[in-house]
C-alpha cells in the first residue's frame, strides 16, 4: 500500500529548540508538500518542493526552511521554535504523471511550550 | 492566501440523508479536488475533477463543476456515520494545492 510516513504523531518541544519533522513517501512522487492546519484557518501551505534539492516557498515560510536531499524523504525545520508554531504539521506527496490528486501523511501535532 | 472556501462551516444530518457542501474559488483553475479527514489524522483524496468537466461520480459521491461562477459542490447520498469527518476542497496544479477551513459534516444515527 502506497503511503507517507510522517516520523511523529506527537511532538513536545520547547522554545527555542531545533526541531525536524520529517517525511517520507514511496512511491516516486516528484512533488513533496509541508502545510499546517490550525482551527479556523484551515490548510496553509508552508513549502513545497517539486525535485531533489529544490525548494519554494508556500503561504507561510516564516520561520521554517526545508530540506530535500533524496527524492523520497523532505524535511520541515524550524529553527527556533515558538509557541506559535504549535499546531498539527501535514506532509503530502504528488505526481504530475496521473492525476489521482495528493497523498497525505498522517500528521505531527507538534506542541512548543 | 486561500483559494477554495467550503460552504456550510458545519453541516449535521441524519443517516440515510444527503450530504451537500459547495466550494467557491478565486482564479482560474485546472482542476478541483476533494478531501476528507477524519479527527485528528491526514486528508484523503476523494475525487478530482477537471476544469473542463461539469460532473463527475464515485460510489455515493457526485461532483459539479460551474467554472463560470467559480464554485463547486460536492454530494454524498444515502450518508453513514462513517461518513462524519471533515471535507475540503483543493484547487490548484500537481505542484500546488491550496485548501478552505472546509466543512464538518456531523452524521447521526
Known amino acids: 500500500d502506497v503511503k507517507v510516513t510522517q516520523s511523529s504523531r506527537y511532538l513536545v518541544k520547547r522554545t527555542g529548540e531545533k526541531v525536524f519533522l520529517e517525511c517520507v513517501q514511496d512511491?516516486?512522487?516528484?512533488?513533496m508538500f509541508w502545510y499546517r492546519q490550525d482551527p479556523g484557518l484551515g490548510l496553509r501551505l508552508i513549502y513545497f518542493?517539486?525535485?531533489?534539492?529544490?525548494?519554494e516557498k508556500g503561504d507561510i515560510p516564516e520561520g521554517y526552511s526545508v530540506s530535500r536531499e533524496k527524492k523520497e524523504r523532505f524535511s520541515l525545520i524550524l529553527e527556533s521554535a515558538s509557541t506559535n508554531q504549535t499546531s498539527m504539521y501535514l506532509c503530502a506527496s504528488s505526481t504530475y504523471r496521473e492525476n489521482y490528486g495528493y497523498t497525505f501523511g498522517s500528521g505531527t501535532r507538534l506542541t512548543v511550550v | 492566501s486561500q483559494q477554495g472556501e467550503e460552504d456550510p462551516q458545519a453541516l449535521s444530518i441524519q443517516e440515510g440523508e444527503n450530504a451537500t457542501m459547495n466550494c467557491s474559488y478565486k482564479?482560474?483553475?485546472?482542476?478541483l479536488q476533494w478531501y476528507r479527514q477524519n479527527s485528528g489524522r491526514g486528508l484523503v483524496h476523494l475525487i478530482l475533477?477537471?476544469?473542463?468537466?461539469r460532473e463527475k461520480h464515485s460510489g455515493r459521491l457526485r461532483v459539479t463543476l460551474d467554472t463560470s461562477k467559480k464554485s463547486s459542490s460536492l454530494l454524498i447520498t444515502a450518508s453513514r456515520a462513517a461518513d462524519t469527518a471533515s471535507y475540503f476542497c483543493g484547487t490548484g496544479t500537481a505542484s500546488k494545492l491550496t485548501f478552505g477551513t472546509g466543512t464538518r459534516l456531523q452524521v447521526t444515527l
Open positions: 482564479t482560474s483553475i485546472n482542476n
Open positions: 518542493s517539486y525535485d531533489v534539492k529544490m525548494k
Open positions: 475533477i477537471r476544469s473542463n468537466e
Open positions: 512511491m516516486d512522487h516528484e512533488n
